[in-house]
């Protein structure tokens, strides 16, 4: 039987790409994970940015950022938005390559957040109709 594929944070899965340098593994996460088969992503590493990295913080939503009408800027005050949409779009390309329809995403994060507004990949992919879920 072939299990329906879905892209999950990579940090949500133990991997160490949070911009601390952490992981942070989240056990609901894992549970749903075992009906998919699932690729483990991390736009902000995807778009150049290294790990550990300075936080950054989106001036509006991931929207806004996409329409060029906000920005991300790191704690430094450096401008990183190209790279986050840089990543979200690497993001987009694998999920469509791969006919995923959901993404499970790490909460509060300017990349894949949902509340308290969606991060730049969050809101690309639900502009491209994947279902996002956060964790």
């Known amino acids: 039987m072939k299990r329906e594929r879905c892209i999950v944070s990579?940090?949500?899965?133990?991997?160490?790409?949070?911009?601390?340098?952490?992981?942070?593994?989240?056990?609901?996460?894992?549970?749903?994970?075992?009906?998919?088969?699932?690729?483990?992503?991390?736009?902000?590493?995807?778009?150049?940015?290294?790990?550990?990295?300075?936080?950054?913080?989106?001036?509006?939503?991931?929207?806004?950022?996409?329409?060029?009408?906000?920005?991300?800027?790191?704690?430094?005050?450096?401008?990183?938005?190209?790279?986050?949409?840089?990543g979200a779009e690497a993001v987009l390309q694998i999920a469509q390559a791969q006919n995923i329809r959901l993404a499970l995403l790490k909460a509060r994060s300017p990349s894949c957040g949902l509340t308290p507004q969606p991060g730049v990949t969050a809101a690309l992919l639900l502009a491209h109709g994947i279902e996002v879920m956060e964790f």
């Open 10 to 86: 990579a940090c949500l899965t133990g991997l160490c790409t949070r911009y601390d340098g952490r992981s942070k593994p989240d056990r609901r996460c894992l549970a749903m994970l075992e009906q998919f088969c699932w690729l483990p992503v991390c736009p902000e590493q995807l778009g150049g940015l290294p790990t550990p990295r300075i936080p950054a913080d989106l001036t509006g939503s991931g929207a806004d950022v996409l329409a060029g009408r906000a920005a991300v800027i790191t704690k430094e005050g450096a401008d990183v938005t190209r790279q986050f949409i840089a």
